[in-house]
Structures are given as structure tokens and as C-alpha cells.
């Protein structure tokens, strides 16, 4: 199996561990709990308590300096061991080897030419850290008793990760030694480096992140040194804030949603090996076969021996990548920005507008995405903007004329305008609201492109800049899309251009279009959220990067499984609670709610 592992206590600069008494610890940490735990600040003051949340999380790290884990040598000599150890524990290995991709970072080199299709990479179940493998662990205890445990099944894989690293015998020790000592998501930032992130759509959850981390740490601290059940967990002697961040962005960038073994229920899941893989544009390709009970994954393409095999982590958006997998992707064709609409409850017309929404399937109130493409906006946000926009008698037209049932197939299908002056009403609406966004940045297009060509950029203010620009650059094409619609349809109106009329015959069209603007709106899953729901990655939000990752489990039509992405905004920095008794859900919300 190679070389014995080489677990080390990570030494001061000074060569001592800094003297800190029990007590002492436990007056920071409570004084964290305490600051993490108070109720969410005014608008305009997040910034102001993340860096006194900050400030308190540094004097603990000073203290705690010199306590960590971390292993001798480079993570490069760990990677022979990985694939030694999972050849012998059933997994494929032999199409491909890790290998270093520059700026990617690590990946899966093809070491043979691999087609299309072909599956050339399968991990047993018994290799997948799971919560079932936590549970029957040395922290089954813990967990048997522990609400927030049993209700948050990644920190139970976050803890679950920290006990088998501090365990020399551990199986799972050639997969936690080749993971990376440090990451590239925002928890891992300086201070000045999320700071680069204001006035982008993306600092609230980076800073409700750090927050959530800050606070789960305190609480499970104050746990392992005084629970009971924790006394034989190998965390009670160092258990710093340095391992929790580790261990939390270890999970949030790797975790996956599998099937038990029994296929009845879904959970919590690290794929070792597997989630090496980096993310390119394409198609779901991995899935978990039962029968097997193992995680299968087929080529994505066509490889030749040498080159780096790819993954599709499905359509997040560069803000998701950045928050919970740490990596900014530039060609990223599932790009999005968030805008809230809704419709004033104090309006004249509010009653009518909320009626025709419900009927379309939408809420009165929601967060909409705009999009890196053309057409910039959604079948849904379509139609929420024609409603948005029209007069009373409209309105009327749609809840009581003549195939008024049958117009609300046609509220999201381009092909069908409500007239013209609603069309020139809703496009001017998205380019002044786009136009106004763009206003609320911190800098300019031009001023983040100058920035992205100074040499000395540190890797994460570059993320953070070109997350910035390519925000501005979506608004930006978004509102320059209305303008071109509203001259377009101004000319409509101009010319007396007669308004295209719905058939019944054109039920085809609605329903068998590929195109998501000709799609009946009532008939599709509704991709956006109510106002105070969190936002969930549509679609296929899969998994892993070399070095980040996540994904999910969705069960489809024909009954197969098939492997797809968490959403990240499901488990901000392991915030998401999953379900709980009704007997402690306060007490998980207190440590959970943002």
C-alpha cells in the first residue's frame, strides 16, 4: 500500500505551540457563539459585523497556532497511495492517473485513448465516505446524540473527515491525505480579498458563509469539550477553527447525494477519486448504479492518452462556482445574475396581476435570473414581466375574456406579445432595471479589466474581479437586449403591424419546442423562487472539480439514477439544515438560521 502515513502537530513559527488555558479558549468561543448568534444586522451593516466576526475569529486562530494536523510532505506524494488503494478496493483505475493541470490544478489524465460514452471509471460504495459510515464510527455516539448532527448530514461528513484524519489506521487515509491542505473558497480569503467582492450579487452569501462556519464551529467546540459521547473523539486535544474551515470547504466542494444501499432514501456522500475530475461544459455523465452498488461515470467526449478528462458540474452559475466549489469558470455557458421583482401590494391593479401570475404558476414576488445568453430572460421572467405590464383591461383580457384560460399557455412564449405597447413597456423595463443595477456596483467594466491586467493580482482578487466583471457584462448585455427589443417593437407599433393571435392549432408549437421562451409556462418547473426562499441550481447542478466539487441525486422517468449537483445555495458553507423533528427544529435553527 506505499509509505506508512505521517501525521504531524503543525509547529509555530517559533517552534512552541502558544500557551493558552482552557478557560481562555472557552470565553473566545463563547464570546464567538455569541456574536454568530445575534440577530441579522441592519441593511448596510453586513460588512461592518463579518469583520468582527473576523476580528474574533482571528484572535482564536492566533491562539490555536501551531495546533492543526497536517501531514508531512507534498499532497504529490500522497496521490501513488490513492490510486494503489483504490485499485485494491474494487474501483477502476486503469484509463487514467492524477496528474497536474497548471492553472486547473489537479486532474485525471487519460493514460489510454478513451470514446465517447464509455465508462472508464466506477468507486464501490465501501470507498464513499458516507454519514451511514459516520454513524457507525467512532463518532456514533456523538452523533446518536447530537439534534444538529442528525439534522445537518454535511457537517456530519465534515466531522467524520476530521476524526479518520487524526486516525493513523484509518481506511480512508490514502483519500484524506491526497485531498488539498488548503482551498480556494471564500473562507479562505483575506480580508481585503472579500472585500473586492462588495457590491457583487455574491458577497451576502460569502459573508453569510464565513458567519454560518464561525458559528457551527463555536457550537461544536463547546460540544467536543463537554458532551459526554464526544470524550473518545480524537478531536478533544485539537480541534481548531483552521480544521473546521478545512473540513467544511473539504465537504462543500466534494459532497454528493447518493442512494442508500436499500435505494430508499438519499444521502450524504464523498467519491474518492472521482472527484478529481475538473468541470468543462457538456452533459450529466455520472450516475449510481444499484445493482452494482457502485458510482459509475461514462467519457464525456472522446480523449486521447494524455489528455485531461472533464466533467460537466452542471449549469451553476460563476457565482455558485466561486462561493462553494472556489474557482471562477470563463466560459462558463450557464452564467446567470439574480433580480428581484414583484408586484406592489399597494398597487391599483395588484389583485389582478397576482391572480393572472397564479394562474401561469408564478409568485407575485420572486428572484429571476438573467442570463449570459440571448434571449437574456426565461420563459418565466418573460411572462412575469408582460403581466407586470399590463393595463387593467389586459389584465381582464387574460382572467375572463374569450380563451382566457388558453392565453396563460402563451404568457412566457415569445411568439405570442400580450400587444404591442406591453412589449415596448417590458423591454424598457428590463434596460432601465438593468442599467440601474449596473449603477450599484463598486467599479466599472473597464475599471475590472484594468484591474485583471496587473501581474501581482493574488489568484483570489483575480476571482473575485472577474466575478465582478462578468456580472456587469451579463447586465450590460441584458440591458442593451431590451433596448434592441423596445426599437424593435416600437417599429412594430409604428408600422400598425398586425399582432400575432393565439390558435388553438399552436398548442404543438408550446409544447414541443426546444426553445425555453416557446414552452407553456404552466407546464414547466418554475426555475425561480418566492421572495425569502433560498435559490436552488436548476437543472443538473453536478459535481466535483480537482480540487472542488459537489453533487446530487435525481431519480428520472426510466427509473435509472443519475448523478447530479447539490445546489450550492442548499449548503452555504454546510448552513443547510435538511429535515429535523419537529422537537428540534428551534434548536437547529438557532445554529442554522442566517
Known amino acids: 500500500m506505499g509509505k506508512k502515513s505521517r501525521v504531524k502537530i503543525q509547529k509555530s513559527g517559533s517552534g512552541a505551540t502558544p500557551v493558552v488555558t482552557p478557560k481562555e479558549m472557552m470565553n473566545l468561543i463563547a464570546e464567538l457563539l455569541q456574536k454568530c448568534s445575534s440577530a441579522a444586522p441592519s441593511a448596510g451593516k453586513e460588512w461592518e459585523e463579518y469583520t468582527q466576526i473576523r476580528g474574533l475569529v482571528e484572535k482564536i486562530r492566533k491562539k490555536q497556532k501551531g495546533m492543526s494536523i497536517l501531514f508531512d510532505g507534498s499532497r ?6 490513492l490510486m494503489s488503494w483504490a485499485q485494491e478496493s474494487g474501483a477502476s483505475c486503469d484509463g487514467f492517473t492524477v496528474a497536474n493541470f497548471g492553472t486547473e490544478g489537479y486532474g485525471l489524465r487519460a493514460t489510454r485513448d478513451i470514446k465517447a460514452e464509455e465508462l472508464f471509471l466506477w468507486i464501490p460504495r465501501k470507498m464513499l465516505m458516507t454519514v451511514e459510515s459516520a454513524q457507525n464510527s467512532v463518532m456514533g455516539p456523538l452523533y446518536s446524540q447530537d439534534r444538529i448532527l442528525q439534522a445537518m448530514g454535511n457537517v456530519t461528513l465534515a466531522f467524520h473527515l476530521l476524526c479518520e484524519r487524526a486516525n493513523p489506521d484509518s481506511f480512508w487515509l490514502p483519500y484524506i491525505r ?10 479562505f480569503y483575506q480580508q481585503d480579498e472579500v472585500q473586492l467582492l462588495l457590491g457583487t450579487q455574491a458577497v451576502q452569501d460569502v459573508l453569510s458563509q464565513y458567519k454560518n462556519t464561525a458559528r457551527q464551529y463555536a457550537y461544536f467546540y463547546k460540544l467536543v469539550q463537554t458532551h459526554p459521547a464526544a470524550s473518545k473523539l480524537p478531536l478533544k486535544d485539537s480541534f481548531t477553527f483552521d480544521d473546521y474551515r478545512w473540513a467544511v470547504s473539504s465537504v462543500m466542494t466534494r459532497q454528493n447525494q447518493i442512494p442508500t444501499e436499500d435505494g430508499g432514501r438519499i444521502t450524504l456522500a464523498l467519491i474518492p477519486l472521482w472527484d478529481m475530475c475538473n468541470h468543462t461544459n457538456g452533459l450529466i455523465t455520472t450516475g449510481y448504479n444499484l445493482e452494482d ?10 480523449y486521447k492518452e494524455n489528455e485531461q478528462i472533464y466533467i460537466f458540474y452542471g449549469t451553476r452559475s460563476n457565482a455558485e462556482f466561486v462561493i462553494h466549489n472556489g474557482f471562477f469558470f470563463q466560459d462558463n455557458a450557464h452564467d446567470r445574475v439574480k433580480i428581484k421583482l414583484g408586484v406592489s401590494k399597494s398597487e391599483r391593479l395588484y389583485a389582478m396581476k397576482a391572480e393572472v401570475l397564479a394562474r401561469a404558476g408564478i409568485p407575485a414576488s420572486c428572484v429571476f435570473a438573467v442570463h449570459c445568453n440571448e434571449p437574456p430572460i426565461s420563459a418565466q421572467l418573460l411572462a412575469f414581466l408582460r403581466v407586470f405590464c399590463m393595463t387593467e383591461e389586459e389584465l381582464k383580457d387574460y382572467l375572463l375574456g374569450d380563451g382566457a384560460v388558453n392565453k396563460i399557455f402563451t404568457l412566457g412564449n415569445s411568439e405570442f406579445p400580450v400587444s404591442w405597447e406591453n412589449e415596448i413597456k417590458m423591454w424598457t423595463f428590463l434596460e432601465t432595471r438593468a442599467a440601474l443595477l449596473l449603477k450599484t456596483y463598486k467599479t466599472t467594466s473597464q475599471e475590472d479589466s484594468s484591474m485583471l491586467e496587473k501581474a501581482d493580482l ?41 399582432l400575432p393571435r393565439y390558435e388553438e392549432s399552436d398548442i404543438a408549437l408550446l409544447e414541443n419546442s426546444d426553445a425555453d421562451s416557446k414552452l407553456p409556462i404552466i407546464l414547466r418547473k418554475l426555475e425561480e423562487v418566492e421572495e425569502g426562499q433560498e435559490i436552488q441550481v436548476e437543472e443538473h447542478s453536478h459535481f466535483l472539480n480537482g480540487d472542488k466539487a459537489a453533487a446530487g441525486l435525481d431519480q428520472e422517468a426510466n427509473g435509472g439514477l443519475t448523478l447530479e449537483g447539490i445546489s450550492g445555495d442548499g449548503d452555504s458553507a454546510l448552513d443547510s439544515i435538511g429535515s429535523s423533528t419537529q422537537k428540534s427544529q428551534k434548536e437547529v435553527a438557532n445554529l442554522s438560521a442566517s
Open 76 to 81: 504529490d506524494d500522497y496521490f501513488p497511495d
Open 293 to 302: 452498488d457502485r458510482c459509475e461515470c461514462v467519457a464525456l467526449q472522446d
Open 458 to 498: 493574488s489568484l483570489n482578487s483575480r476571482v473575485a474581479v472577474q466575478l465582478s466583471l462578468a456580472e456587469k457584462q451579463i447586465l450590460e448585455k441584458a440591458s442593451a437586449s431590451g433596448r434592441a427589443k423596445r426599437l424593435h417593437f416600437e417599429k412594430k407599433l409604428e408600422e400598425g403591424a398586425p
Open 178 to 187: 491526497s485531498l488539498p491542505q488548503e482551498y480556494d473558497t471564500p473562507l
